[in-house]
């Protein structure tokens, strides 16, 4: 008995004609790698999210440090403290901008009596913060804080 006669004895012993075998993936295969794929993009999934909530603190503390260098200019340019953030625009700022985290232009300024020369009689903004509540999962402190 030669090779392919035994082969195909075997074959047809399990039941299976060895022309007409079909080739593809069982059931079990297929579920295995889509469970595979689906933890693949879970992963990518909370990697992304984290590093949009990274770009946009970067991003609220460059907006921050620019409005204070812009208040502090302002200050000592006026010899007073603006009056309202709207003030800064477009001398000092070219816009306002938008808070990354609230996505609105709601930020809180610190009014403080600044008197930087006798005859000054008005407080203004010294200091400005974001309108967020809430708090940052890297550095664990509030957002209205920075």
Wanted: aromatic share 6%; hydrophobic share 40%.
């Amino acid at each position: 008995m030669s090779k392919k006669q035994n082969h195909s004895s075997l074959l047809e012993f399990v039941g299976r004609n060895p022309r007409t075998t079909e080739r593809g993936f069982t059931l079990i295969e297929l579920m295995v790698v889509m469970a595979i794929i689906l933890i693949l993009i879970g992963i990518a999934a909370g990697n992304y999210q984290r590093s949009v909530l990274r770009s946009r603190e970067a991003v609220l503390k460059q907006d921050l440090q620019e409005m204070r260098k812009a208040i502090d200019n302002f200050t000592m340019d006026k010899q007073a403290a603006p009056q309202s953030l709207d003030d800064l625009a477009p001398q000092y700022l070219h816009v306002i901008p938008t808070d990354p985290i609230t996505n609105a232009k709601d930020w809180v300024p610190v009014v403080d009596s600044v008197v930087l020369t006798p005859d000054q009689q008005t407080s203004g903004i010294t200091d400005v913060h974001s309108a967020s509540d809430k708090v940052s999962p890297f550095e664990s402190t509030a957002y209205n804080t920075w």
